[in-house]
């Protein structure tokens, strides 16, 4: 303990800050001038537009796992059924909620990032 505190004195005269109320104050004035750089400066179109390029990477990546997660899982579960095993029924259970997961991860993705291929 007594070392954090010591590198929180250190840190507070090399900053010239001198009690809690201003670093918080710092803090926030920090935080409003990110946001308006981003929001207002000649960096929110390529920060958008690197959003955008993102959310169109994830997109594709869940649509390739759901397919994957669907095929297979469902061949693994007719095989159990297939067998006469006590444990497909569950299993069964399982797969519909791994794909209930995966469609709300989805929509939640699409909905956040509409401008990636989405609705």
Do not use: C
Request: proline share 2%; net charge positive.
């Amino acid at each position: 303990m007594k070392k954090v505190k010591s590198i929180i004195k250190k840190l507070r005269k090399k900053t010239g800050v001198t009690t809690t109320k201003s670093s918080y104050q710092h803090i926030r004035l920090m935080a409003v001038m990110a946001i308006a750089l981003f929001a207002f400066g000649p960096v929110s179109g390529a920060v958008s537009g690197q959003i955008t390029t993102w959310a169109g990477e994830v997109d594709l990546v869940m649509t390739a796992l759901v397919g994957i997660y669907s095929v297979v899982g469902a061949f693994l579960v007719f095989v159990q059924y297939m067998q006469g095993s006590e444990q497909a029924q569950k299993n069964l259970i399982k797969f519909v909620i791994g794909l209930a997961v995966f469609g709300i991860a989805k929509v939640l993705s699409t909905f956040f990032a509409p401008a990636a291929g989405g609705v």
